[in-house]
């Protein structure tokens, strides 16, 4: 396989992570060395497909990338723009501000280990699919730092019946707006926050819309400030079971839902009137395990995501635990593959997260090419 250029360092995803990593090596010296593939047609990770009626105030916390942050970028109070356009704005421009070498868009289809090579000293190729006026791109790299996050791979739970459904199904992936389901019977499925804050949207906003709830496990809503201490044993809890080679946990299953005013207001209308999940979908709705029927118009699954690791199956990474096994100080290193990293995976799933895991993860990579 030939090879159309040859680097010390490919980050696959250009969102928070892949940002963040690329800011820390450029900061390592390897200016030049480095270059960020990005899939999306343009700036702002995930965040650019997010829900127009999303809102900076709305979304979790969005942290500050390192170097220069987002007041500083955009320079007004824009906690009511749409995330959407917020954060493609600001991650436009920090790309443009420290001139980071993302290519886009380009969509990695395979990373393999380069023939040939001294199985102690491998080398990675990195290859694009073809598309229509592109072809076919190998690069080859001494490391690889994987950020391509979850959005691109929603997860739908499999339900006996699901074909038969004639009405509506989407996924948080899908959702453009509350407005889409004016008139209609619509049941959330989801004990996340998506699946809360969706659920009371459509049920305040929608005309003329009825809306019902269940998900596996019924929500446990927790009274007072998220805590410091919370938020490291949640990442401590994660942490450790991706060093244990078992798939990561959604920080949320670790320290429950905060009852936000919004929420409290929900709950006293009774819009957040939880069901337990229903057991068959049939032809106009879901059958309960207490025998009970339910019709609907839609299905609106908001049942969270999978890491996007498609491309990197080539490696054989995952562990007879189902996950990827992870070492290093903040567990970005693959245990398998020292070589590869991953950001956005386990502990680093969040925005705060993501900056840490690149300071480290370019730091990895200098060491390992001995700069």
Not at 316 to 327: D, E, F, P, Y
């Amino acid at each position: 396989m030939s090879t159309d250029e040859q680097l010390d360092c490919v980050v696959i995803g250009g969102g928070q992570a892949g940002l963040s990593a690329g800011y820390f090596l450029q900061r390592r010296g390897l200016d030049g060395r480095f270059a960020i593939l990005d899939h999306a047609p343009s700036s702002g990770g995930a965040w650019q497909f997010r829900w127009p009626t999303l809102t900076l105030a709305g979304a979790n916390h969005v942290h500050d990338l390192p170097g220069y942050g987002l007041a500083e970028a955009l320079g007004v109070d824009c906690d009511e723009w749409p995330a959407s356009t917020a954060v493609a704005d600001y991650f436009g421009r920090y790309e443009r501000r420290f001139d980071l070498p993302v290519r886009r868009p380009v969509h990695v289809s395979a990373v393999r280990l380069a023939p040939g090579r001294d199985p102690d000293d491998p080398r990675f190729t990195v290859t694009s699919g073809a598309g229509p006026g592109t072809r076919e791109t190998t690069l080859e790299a001494a490391t690889v730092i994987n950020a391509t996050g979850t959005w691109d791979r929603p997860f739908v739970p499999h339900i006996p019946g699901a074909e038969r459904f004639t009405g509506r199904t989407l996924h948080t992936h899908d959702y453009t707006g509350p407005h889409t389901f004016d008139g209609l019977r619509v049941l959330v499925v989801g004990a996340g926050i998506s699946a809360i804050q969706l659920l009371i949207e459509i049920a305040r906003t929608a005309t003329d819309v009825e809306t019902f709830w269940c998900s596996r496990t019924e929500p446990v809503f927790a009274d007072g400030p998220f805590t410091p201490e919370q938020g490291r044993e949640a990442v401590a809890r994660v942490e450790r079971r991706v060093r244990a080679g078992l798939p990561p946990t959604s920080v949320v299953s670790v320290t429950g839902l905060r009852r936000t005013p919004a929420i409290a207001a929900a709950q006293a209308d009774g819009i957040l009137a939880w069901r337990p999940m229903f057991t068959r979908i049939t032809d106009t709705g879901v059958d309960f395990a207490d025998g009970t029927h339910l019709d609907v118009d839609v299905i609106f699954y908001n049942t969270g995501f999978r890491s996007a690791l498609d491309h990197l199956a080539p490696l054989r990474l995952r562990s007879a635990g189902g996950g990827i096994t992870m070492t290093g100080r903040l567990a970005t290193v693959v245990a398998a593959q020292p070589r590869v990293q991953l950001l956005g995976y386990g502990p680093s799933a969040s925005t705060i997260g993501a900056n840490r895991a690149g300071r480290e993860a370019a730091r990895v990579v200098a060491e390992t090419i001995g700069t």
